[in-house]
């Protein structure tokens, strides 16, 4: 009877055999169609990449009018604490806290007896001395009195007329007037109070105009002139600006600070304005530079600083007679930002085609085309 063991022995051998084979095969179909995906990779790799399409701006030429940037106070125009030459207690005041007045105005009187009473002695005198004078005259000419008695008396005449002068000064300092037209504080005194000599009463300012003080460096002392405009905010409006015009500047810089004190006029007729408020103050310069405007969006930064793509126009061929814009890189240097715009001092030249957006996605060498619908740009008061 045949051993069973040697029947099955060829049948596993060839199961294997046969397994082996599918295996192989289906490793070398996979084997092919990875090698199909691969060099259909590469081939669309090797394909030219179409133009990427973006937005472009124009550099555009242009002279920028430098701001000087300071920082400043209000002053009145005229300002003073109103007090007395002489002392004395107060008999009439004449005015409220925060009245407006004219200049001219009686504010304050003094106790004034005893001037008065002075005054009248004077004016006594000088009539008694101006009698005795005429009646002189009148015995000159009858030889009765000599030139010298005439001269005497006219003397004491002058001397009476200079007294009633005197007394009337005296008593015209009992008197407080407005120095001139301005709005007044708040009172100091009370009626019946004694005030001397340097107290203050009441402080009036004109407000009708204000000074505005300020310092700039000394690189800027070229850049002033008379009546040369500047604009100011402060903080009681911080959405307005106020303008105003220099009016004169010391011609000696501060041998500390090296800083020259520069005064501005502020028309302030409608009364928004206050001394003593902090004015933060643009000063328009003189020194016209020339810049280049492009739209503030053009302009990137990189390891280097501030950047714009250009667009720049490969020269033709004959197997490519109008080739497509590539991207350069350009490095700037921005002399400000305004209203959107940008002053470019260096790094483009006038006429210059720009990248104005999707720079992340940009890189030098590309190919791009210009879309039909360009972002525009409106180039604002600088």
């Known amino acids: 009877m ?14 294997l055999f046969l397994v082996l084979v599918l295996v192989a095969g289906i ?36 002279q920028w009018d430098s701001r000087v940037r300071a920082i400043g106070s209000l002053v009145a125009y005229q300002g003073v604490d109103v007090t007395t030459e002489a002392s004395g207690v107060i008999t009439s005041i004449n005015f409220d806290s925060g009245n407006t007045i004219e200049q001219g105005t009686l504010l ?22 101006n009698s005795q004078y005429q009646r002189l005259l009148k015995l000159k000419g009858q030889s009765f009195v000599t030139n010298n008695d005439v001269d005497t008396q006219a003397a004491l005449v002058d001397i009476a007329e200079a007294e009633v002068r005197v007394a009337e000064v005296a008593l015209a300092k009992k008197r407080i007037y407005a120095p001139f037209s301005g709005k007044l504080g708040i009172r100091q005194v009370d009626l019946g ?58 011609p000696q810089l501060d ?3 090296r800083n020259v004190a520069v005064r501005a006029i502020v028309d302030n007729r409608k009364r928004l304005l206050a001394p003593g408020m902090f004015a933060d103050i643009t ?23 501030e950047a714009a793509y250009v ?6 061929s004959d197997e490519d007679p109008d080739p497509d814009y590539r991207l350069a890189a350009r490095q700037l240097d921005v002399l400000y930002r305004r209203d959107g715009l940008a002053g470019v001092l260096s790094g483009l030249k006038a006429g210059d085609l720009v990248v104005t957006s999707g720079q992340l996605k940009l890189y030098p060498s590309l190919r791009v085309s210009i879309v039909d619908d360009v972002a525009e740009y409106s180039r604002g008061s600088e």
Not at 6 to 13: E, H, N, Q, Y
């Open 2 to 15: 045949p051993d069973p063991s040697t029947k099955r022995k060829p049948r596993l051998w060839l199961r």
């Open 27 to 62: 490793v070398a179909a996979l084997g092919y169609e990875k090698y199909l995906q691969i060099q259909q990779q590469i081939a669309q790799g090797s394909a030219p990449q179409p133009p990427i399409s973006v937005t472009v701006a124009t550099a555009e030429a242009d």
């Open 108 to 129: 304050v009187e003094l106790d004034n007896r005893t001037e008065v009473a002075n005054l009248e002695a004077a004016r006594a005198r000088l009539q008694s001395e």
């Open 193 to 250: 109070e004694y005030v001397a000599p340097a107290d203050n009463i009441v402080t009036l300012l004109s407000l009708d105009r204000l000074y505005l003080d300020f310092t700039l460096p000394e690189i800027n002392f070229n850049d002033l002139v008379i009546d040369q405009p500047l604009e100011f905010r402060v903080r009681s409006y911080p959405q307005r600006t106020f303008s105003a015009k220099v009016e004169a500047w010391n």
């Open 255 to 257: 041998v500390n600070t």
């Open 283 to 305: 000063l328009y310069s003189q020194r016209k530079q020339p810049v280049l405007i492009v739209p503030e969006t053009a302009i990137f930064y990189n390891i280097y600083g």
């Open 311 to 316: 667009l720049e126009k490969p020269p033709a």
